[in-house]
């Protein structure tokens, strides 16, 4: 199937999957365990997200799995020049699921709205065609 076929990337450093997602809640601005990144930029991510109406089955999954895969919680990861932002978009993504025409692809909220909002109106497997599949999804 797909989902066997993909695999992480190399460059990719596992999420230790023993921290619970709760745990998020505690890191108060330091960078969290396993590779989960700065609270605040994931509390942002969150926040926009929920606000966008993105689907609430897929939020964790983003948060534990996608994201670190994607951008490693980095705001302006620079994996490549036509990916942007923790969601990794190709800029004409970003520029169709944007909050507002001055949404700037660097804040992590509005990073948050957009995945939320791709997620609500596109198909996810294949949005986030390697990372969305992280976690044994």
Same mark, same amino acid.
């Given at each position: !199937?797909?989902?066997? !076929? ?10 230790? !999957?023993?921290?619970? &997602? ?8 330091? *960078? ?15 926040? @926009?997200?929920?606000? !966008? ?7 964790? *999954? &983003? ?23 923790? @969601? ?44 969305? *599949?992280?976690?044994?999804?």
């Amino acid at each position: !199937s797909l989902r066997e !076929s993909m695999s992480m990337p190399d460059n990719v450093a596992e999420r230790d !999957s023993s921290i619970p &997602f709760e745990q998020l809640q505690s890191c108060q601005g330091q *960078h969290c365990p396993g590779g989960l990144g700065d609270a605040f930029v994931q509390q942002e991510f969150i926040r @926009g997200y929920q606000d !966008s109406q993105g689907p609430p089955q897929y939020l964790q *999954h &983003f948060v534990v799995d996608v994201i670190p895969c994607e951008s490693g919680w980095r705001t302006d990861p620079g994996n490549a020049p036509e990916y942007y932002g923790l @969601g990794q978009f190709v800029w004409s993504t970003w520029v169709n699921t944007r909050r507002s025409p001055d949404s700037d692809w660097t804040d992590p909220y509005e990073q948050g709205w957009a995945v939320g909002y791709n997620a609500a109106h596109a198909d996810v497997y294949w949005q986030w065609p390697v990372c969305f *599949h992280a976690g044994g999804w």
